[in-house]
């Protein structure tokens, strides 16, 4: 871990070198030398780690997080990712296919969906739950790589769900959203986006008037930070669960929509003017085919339609009766206005109804928390952490990699989550890159500041040279823990 979050992407066998330079005595025991750190020793307690279980090991620890930091749990977040990888893994040859989330045989390394864009690489995938105070993982799970997020997520809350003691609330995206995941998951409560593939949610988001909101509505939404917000409650059944779906309009994706519309009718239109002069020039034998060509065409239309204005027959050189159609292209006003009634608009969903039912601001800003997941996957993609591929010999080892990632992750963000609630709460800032303070700085900048800190030993005595008084301000920000690898405690 400690090499995972040291700012050098090294491969295993590098581990050794990674600690040369580091006062290993301080950080690990006087009895460790950086010999006995190598990539055999690093392989054996991976493989231990893989026999003991690591999605069960995963969660021991987070709940144990959970009770020494006091981390509010009433949100979770369900979200995945995945790792493209290089070399040859035959796993792919044996995949069988298994309804039940808990497996015993290792991931299938193979060709997926490629969040990387990189579909020509076989890859793994990484699912996680992550809290919403402060983004850190509760759960770790490496899947194979062709594995379908909607067919995995039901399950993996369920199972979320039999490990954990605490209630929570899941919010997922579109993923989570189908008749038989409602139902593995109808026992637990969740938020989580309607996929517009619904033709119930398509007809409520071209059709629902959202009410216009007073001043003092607006000034209350820009205090929740939810500025240019607008939207309605609807009670459905859906999946034979009754759900509130709140139908959002955002002023600006509306925006962005309506300009894309713009966009899409100015290119639909230099498209139909093109196909019309095109369809000038041909020659059909018979007015069904020419009337055939205009309808193959309009279907390829979205927003334009093609009218037959007239069809001319004359005759070849070879007598022969040919005929051309000439047509005018016309918008359609209805699919336009459909659309421009739709800008802006998607529709959230959560089984809170009735008594335990949710303020709709709550349930936008902590589907907005989503990027708690996003946020963590773009921490194991830098590549000042670790590479975005992997180059590990096994299926096994990978998954360990993908545990060990998470826990990096877990440490990081615990790190970084006691650090700004501490000088938030004395309402001291630290300097950030541009020299400004700031309460909420990212824990990669101060690791960027605690470079060039060094053990000095003279006469047998240990000394810290380099602690400025603003690195110790920031370790008594830390807890104790942390201090005493500075001699601080």
Known sequence: MLNGLGFVSRPLYLFRQFFDDKGIEILLGEDVEAD??????????????YKYGLNNLFI?????????????????????????????????????????????RPIIITKGYSRDHRPDLKQCVLDLITSSDGDIPLLMRAGDGNEADKAVFGKILAEFKKQIVFDSI????????????????????????????????????????????????????????????????????????????????????????????????????????????????????????????????????????????KLIDSKTKDNKTIYKISGVGNEKPEEIEIQRKSAGRFILATN??????????????????????????????????????????????????????????????????????SLKRIKIGIKNQLGKLTLSPTLRWVFQCFQGIHLLILNGVNQIINLTSERHFILNCLPSSCQKYYLLS
């Open 352 to 421: 809170l109804v009735d008594e335990e039912k949710l303020e709709p601001s709550e349930i936008i800003r902590n589907y907005k928390n989503q990027q708690s997941c996003e946020r963590g996957f773009r921490f194991l993609k830098d590549p000042l952490f670790f590479a975005d591929s992997f180059f590990v010999e096994n299926p096994e080892r990978i998954e360990t990699m993908l545990f060990l990632m998470s826990l990096c992750l877990l440490v990081y963000n615990l790190g970084q989550r006691e650090l700004r609630n």
């Open 170 to 309: 899941m919010v997922c995206d579109s993923a989570l959203y189908s008749q038989e995941n409602l139902r593995l998951i109808e026992h637990l409560k969740w938020i989580t986006r309607v996929p517009m593939t619904i033709k119930k949610a398509q007809e409520l988001v071209q059709s629902v008037e959202i009410e216009e909101i007073n001043l003092e509505e607006i000034e209350r939404r820009s205090a929740l930070n939810l500025d240019g917000y607008k939207w309605k409650s609807e009670i459905v059944n859906y999946g034979g669960i009754k759900q509130t779906w709140l139908i959002v309009e955002s002023q600006k994706r509306k925006d962005s929509d309506l300009d894309k519309l713009d966009k899409k009718l100015k290119k639909e239109k230099e498209q139909v003017e093109k196909l019309l002069k095109e369809l000038k020039k041909e020659n059909f034998e018979t007015p069904e085919q020419a009337r055939y060509k205009l309808k193959v065409i309009n279907k390829k239309l979205k927003l334009f339609e093609i009218k037959e204005v």
């Open 60 to 104: 021991e620890i987070g709940l144990s997080v959970i009770k020494k930091f006091k981390i509010d749990t009433k949100y979770s977040h369900l979200d995945a990712t995945s790792f493209h990888l290089h070399g040859k893994y035959n796993s792919e040859d044996n995949q069988e296919k298994e309804s039940e989330i808990i497996r015993e």
């Open 36 to 49: 006995c750190i190598n990539d055999d020793k690093i392989g054996r307690v991976m493989d231990k780690l």
